[in-house]
């Protein structure tokens, strides 16, 4: 069992930027892959990044490649997602995500969090 808390969203005009922290409980963090997900109003839940469990590979959704970048720190049981250069349609609710390595379902989720970008 993993338990997921995400944090570090809020409001920021654009060009600005945030970085989202993941904290997992748990011994295992290192075991699973992790990605971060986003709900904007009124759209379905999409795709962000994801990262190997080992931190080793990346990949981004075309939206945010060159502008978010996906780390995790497994010492810390922390995934980070900083993001950079945000514009209003990055205005979203932010989730982070655990797969088992062996799964290519994600099992967990957190709650979210906000991150709305003015205009």
């Known amino acids: 069992q993993v338990q997921l808390v995400e944090s570090g969203g809020g409001l920021v005009q654009t060009g600005g930027s945030l970085r989202l922290s993941c904290a997992a409980s748990g011994r295992t963090f290192s075991s699973y892959a992790m990605g971060w997900f986003r709900q904007a109003p009124g759209k379905e839940r999409e795709f962000v990044a994801r990262?190997?469990?080992?931190?080793?590979?990346?990949y981004y959704a075309d939206s945010v490649k060159g502008r978010f970048t996906i780390s995790r720190d497994n010492a810390k049981n922390t995934m980070y997602l900083q993001m950079l250069s945000l514009k209003p349609e990055d205005t979203a609710v932010y989730y982070c995500a655990a797969r088992r390595t062996t799964s290519t379902l994600y099992d967990y989720w957190g709650q979210g969090t906000q991150v709305t970008v003015s205009s």
């Open positions: 990262i190997s469990s080992s931190g080793s590979i990346t």
